[in-house]
């Protein structure tokens, strides 16, 4: 598991796998090409969450936005795009990730 965070530790997002996947989703046709005009879909990677899943500090200081079929969210304090989910997904566990946010390697095991 590791646990991404962005800038200011707002939010935190914990993952099953153990480390940043390399492969970002727009290679394996995780995102269409008519989204792709928002720069953060092009930074983005797929993973799946753990159990404590998504933590937000101070939730009232993230927004989210709709971009086609992803809701976006961002910290409004470090202002960093950290995540997005499919809004028409079942599957919620599995989301796209910022690849620029930081590894909390306090919690990385």
């Known amino acids: ?27 394996d046709n995780g995102v269409a090409d008519d989204q792709l005009d928002d720069h953060f879909l092009k930074d983005t990677v797929w993973m799946t969450l753990a159990l404590a899943g998504i933590t937000m500090e ?3 200081l993230c927004w989210t936005r709709i971009v086609g079929q992803w809701a976006i969210n961002h910290c409004c304090i470090c202002g960093t795009d950290t995540h997005a989910t499919h809004i028409n997904n079942d599957n919620q566990r599995r989301i796209l990730v910022n690849i620029n946010l930081e590894v909390n390697i306090a919690i990385n095991t």
């Open 58 to 60: 101070h939730d009232y």
């Open 1 to 27: 598991m590791v646990q991404l965070v962005c800038k200011c530790l707002n939010v935190g997002i914990h993952c099953k796998e153990s480390q940043l996947i390399s492969k970002r989703a727009n290679d």
